[in-house]
């Protein structure tokens, strides 16, 4: 846990000091939010009744930038070889840097819930259903991506092939959060709490399957 | 290249291959395309329109319904879908043999049944629109737990067969393939319980093979049709697997081969520039 915790907190120092996600992936993910209004022309019912959905869709596309960033930082300087050294076994290796890609992805989503409120007068009516979804989706992202992060290392295309590998796969977890969020800003009659049930089940498998993969994808960074 | 290697047998064998075919491919092709012909016909011609007659009671007019000609669609739709989900099936043995074994073949096999899967995959979903539009009233329905299924299928192994294309090291895209084909083949499970749960809709059909509705003509024309596909399935892998395999031998055994045919070359060249100028001083010494 002590060498997770070392990750994360690594990842999460040079972000305090190089200010990439604070500075360009949040206000990025803002700019999404006010791209749905204009182009929905919306009056404010629709994207108030829109708004789980349009908040999940920002994220996923923040996320794609955050995981980019989370592996460039080893990349620039070869630094997964380090890791590697570091005699960590990869499954904490992996977890370190989901935990951190994790953590950042929960500012982004706490600047993105201001924003559904103060542009879509979207109310938070259950915050703790609205805040256990967005963790257990926030595993299950930040799991998935850290492995297609380093799956897409090492090649002159990554930053195209990304998004087109990670996307896809995150498509149950964009249905279930877009629902739990549904019932929990009031805007979908049904039990989110079910739905908050299989976010955290495929929070448990990205998590798993990164966790075991890692392995044999690290070797060839 | 073919004529001049000093070494054929250490240099590919298919070095003079100027095709994938062979006459097994031939036949089985030629095969194919005339059951394909055939099924067309069985489908579109020879067998009935789907018009059940259902009684609605005494004071109510028998009811004409069933899905009239567009059931005709369904010989080839439901052939092609499951030959789909055999092609991203055998993609995931592929991709299990290649972490376990390292084994270069089924890589090759985990390719090719992916582009094929891919092909038949995107005609899945071209049939099924095609009938949808006038059984379903739409050409697409969101919800519908198999078309969602299969529509998220196809992407994630279009990412799939894009991924492979970035990586020039044979080894490291075979065992990286390998991971993003499996959680594509895990994922499968999973999207479909997900859809599943978010509409708790279908608007396909069940099975009606088992039951006795279905008439002898229609039963043998979707079993036919099966077996159509499958050999046009058999037909498309051995072409693709040759492909790749060549592609393969070219990456690998190709380097090898033309400095061996290069130091054959030069030798030749300087036996002969040694003959030519003993020769000349034999001439000289006359």
Known sequence: MREIWALARKDLRIEARSKVVATQIVPFAMVILVLFGLALDADSRTLRD??????????????????????????????????????????????????????????????????????????????????????????????????????????????????????????????????????????????????????GLLAVIYATVGALAYAVVIEDT | MSTSLAEPQTATSNSDVTGTSSKLTFALGSASLLGLAVLLVLAFVITDADQRVYDRGVDLEPLLTGQGDAVRLLYVHFPVAMVTYIAFMLNAIGSVAVLWKKSTWWDNTAAAAAEVGVLFCGLTLATGSIWGRPIWNTWWKWGDVRLMTTTILFLIFVGYLAYRRTMTDSRVRAKRSAVVGLIGAINIPIVYKSVDWWQNRTLHQQSTLRDRSIEDLTLFTMIFGMVVFMAIFAWLMVHRFRIGWLEHQAETVGLEAAIIERRAQTSTAISDAVTDSRSSTETGSD
Not at chain 1, 52 to 80: C, N, Y
Not at chain 1, 181 to 192: I, R, S, Y
């Open chain 1, 50 to 199: 829109l708004a789980p959905g349009l908040f999940w869709v920002a994220t996923l596309f923040a996320s794609v930038l955050a995981i980019q960033r989370s592996v460039a930082v080893e990349t620039i300087s070869s630094s997964f070889e380090a890791l590697r050294l570091s005699g960590a076994p990869a499954w904490k290796l992996f977890a370190g840097k989901a935990l951190a890609v994790a953590i950042q992805l929960l500012a982004i989503e706490a600047v993105l819930g201001l924003g559904i409120v103060v542009l879509y007068r979207s109310s938070f009516q259950d915050p703790v259903l609205i805040v256990t979804a967005a963790v257990a989706a926030t595993i299950a992202i930040a799991s998935a991506g850290s492995l297609y992060g380093v799956l897409a290392v090492g090649m002159g295309v990554r930053d195209t092939i990304l998004p087109m590998l990670l996307l896809p796969i995150m498509m149950p977890v964009l249905v279930a959060a877009t629902r739990a969020f549904g019932d929990g800003l009031g805007t979908a009659a049904l039990n989110g709490w079910t739905w908050t049930g299989l976010l």
